[in-house]
């Protein structure tokens, strides 16, 4: 392991250092952003503490993402805890829960996929949930034993399991607690699933986020209270190569890339763990959460309001709109945009209506493609080595 110290260099080498060790990390490429964060923090005095921070938690993700847990929590312990006296209270507070979700890790191989065949099937329905929105409900899970269903949720960074149904599986839940970020904050635990059977695939030891299902909004609350059981980006990454078939409701598993070789990369992470797929309006980039968690359409962030600008009567007044989430729920002031053409790798669709957020607030979450706009496109092969999503005819 590298030590602390070495010769210095130039500003410019580390600023384009931490430019390579960020782009590695936002493609998804743990083994490369870990050996660029390894030799950066060794020129601390070049970077400052509050970039050397932020180093140090891009090494132990990245750590972690690869299983390396008990090297991650080494890592804190040999990077960080020298130079605590540099950090805010709410820095040291995350550096703290980081390293108790490590050392909770540290003792299994995570997320570990059993072998199938070429490939595996997993089967999904649409359910109503609430008077009219439909959410995508993977069919034939157990968990240790007890069957279930669980929402498909690509636009979730965690995997997430209400406290009710973890009792009732028997997960190891650990006592430290977690903060979850949504449209709110709320506590959580970790717990870990020995066994979890979706479909045609099995996976051992599988973290899960503990919480309350709950937003604070009452009747969002009696509609949440269906959603006991989450997968989302852990699961996804696991199994590495799917293909969504919205039409027969088919999750397709598979041992090589279903992707084109030559599909571009469109798939990046933001600084929250959420997938960013890239798309575009008439020529424009866009940014966007694939989001199956999200039963509308979608909605465009205060980020992309330039790009729709032009398609605003200059006497429209603002409409309104209401979200729910786990943490929370807030009201914000949007446009309502007709009949957009949208753009993933070669296919259009034309989405008919999604809102346009003008509450710089929303800029935190960002835009989301919702499920009845992923639905449009009818089948979506995803590579997340490559990190390239194509849309199938």
């Known amino acids: 392991m590298l030590g602390l110290h070495s010769c210095r260099h130039s500003e410019a080498y580390v600023k384009e250092r931490i430019a390579q060790a960020q782009k590695a990390h936002s493609s998804n490429q743990p083994?490369?952003?870990?050996?660029?964060?390894?030799?950066?923090?060794?020129?601390?005095?070049?970077?400052g503490m509050s970039t050397y921070f932020e180093v140090c938690l891009m090494l132990c993700d990245n750590l972690s993402a690869l299983g390396l847990n008990k090297e991650a929590a080494e890592a804190l312990g040999l990077y960080v805890i020298p130079y605590r006296r540099y950090m805010s209270r709410t820095l040291e507070a995350e550096?703290?829960?980081?390293?108790?979700?490590?050392?909770?890790?540290?003792?299994?191989?995570?997320?570990?996929?059993?072998?199938?065949?070429?490939?595996?099937?997993?089967?999904?329905?649409?359910?109503?949930?609430?008077?009219?929105?439909?959410?995508?409900?993977?069919?034939g899970v157990e968990v240790k034993g007890q069957r279930s269903k669980a929402l498909f949720d690509t636009g979730a960074g965690v995997n997430v399991i209400s406290e009710t149904l973890a009792k009732e599986y028997g997960l190891k839940v650990f006592p430290f607690r977690l903060t979850a970020a949504g449209y709110g904050v709320q506590r959580a635990r970790l717990g870990i699933a020995e066994r979890l059977q979706v479909g045609e695939v099995t996976l051992r030891?599988?973290?899960?986020?503990?919480?309350?299902?709950?937003?604070?909004?009452?009747?969002?609350?009696?509609?949440?209270?269906?959603l006991g059981l989450i997968l989302g980006?852990?699961?996804?990454?696991?199994l590495r190569y799917l293909t969504i078939d919205f039409v027969k409701g088919e999750l397709r598993v598979s041992n090589q890339s279903p992707v084109s070789v030559t599909?571009?990369?469109?798939?990046?992470?933001?600084?929250?763990?959420?997938?960013?797929?890239?798309?575009?309006?008439?020529?424009?980039?866009?940014?966007?959460?694939?989001?199956?968690?999200?039963?509308?359409?979608?909605?465009?962030?205060?980020?992309?309001?330039?790009?729709?600008?032009?398609?605003?009567?200059?006497?429209?007044?603002?409409?309104?709109?209401?979200?729910?989430?786990?943490?929370?729920?807030?009201?914000?002031?949007?446009?309502?945009?007709?009949?957009?053409?949208?753009?993933?790798g070669d296919t259009t669709v034309v989405v008919p209506k999604i809102p346009l957020l003008v509450d710089?607030?929303?800029?935190?979450?960002?835009?989301?493609?919702?499920?009845?706009?992923?639905?449009?496109?009818?089948?979506?092969?995803i590579d997340l080595k490559r990190m390239a999503v194509e849309p199938r005819p």
């Open 31 to 47: 083994t490369e952003t870990v050996d660029v964060c390894r030799e950066l923090l060794t020129h601390r005095d070049e970077m």
């Open 95 to 139: 550096f703290a829960t980081r390293l108790s979700i490590y050392q909770a890790l540290a003792p299994y191989e995570v997320n570990v996929v059993e072998a199938f065949g070429d490939d595996a099937l997993i089967y999904f329905s649409y359910e109503k949930i609430g008077e009219s929105a439909q959410l995508m409900m993977l069919e």
């Open 205 to 226: 030891n599988v973290p899960f986020f503990v919480m309350t299902m709950r937003s604070g909004h009452a009747q969002a609350d009696q509609y949440m209270k269906q």
């Open 233 to 238: 980006r852990p699961f996804m990454e696991a």
């Open 263 to 344: 599909a571009e990369s469109n798939l990046s992470l933001n600084a929250s763990g959420n997938y960013l797929l890239k798309c575009s309006y008439n020529g424009k980039s866009l940014l966007a959460i694939p989001d199956t968690g999200d039963a509308s359409y979608g909605a465009f962030s205060d980020a992309d309001y330039e790009a729709f600008r032009h398609l605003l009567p200059e006497d429209a007044a603002p409409d309104t709109m209401r979200v729910a989430g786990m943490g929370g729920w807030e009201q914000d002031l949007c446009y309502y945009l007709q009949d957009i053409p949208l753009t993933i």
């Open 360 to 381: 710089e607030a929303s800029a935190r979450i960002g835009s989301l493609l919702g499920l009845q706009t992923l639905r449009m496109y009818r089948v979506l092969a």
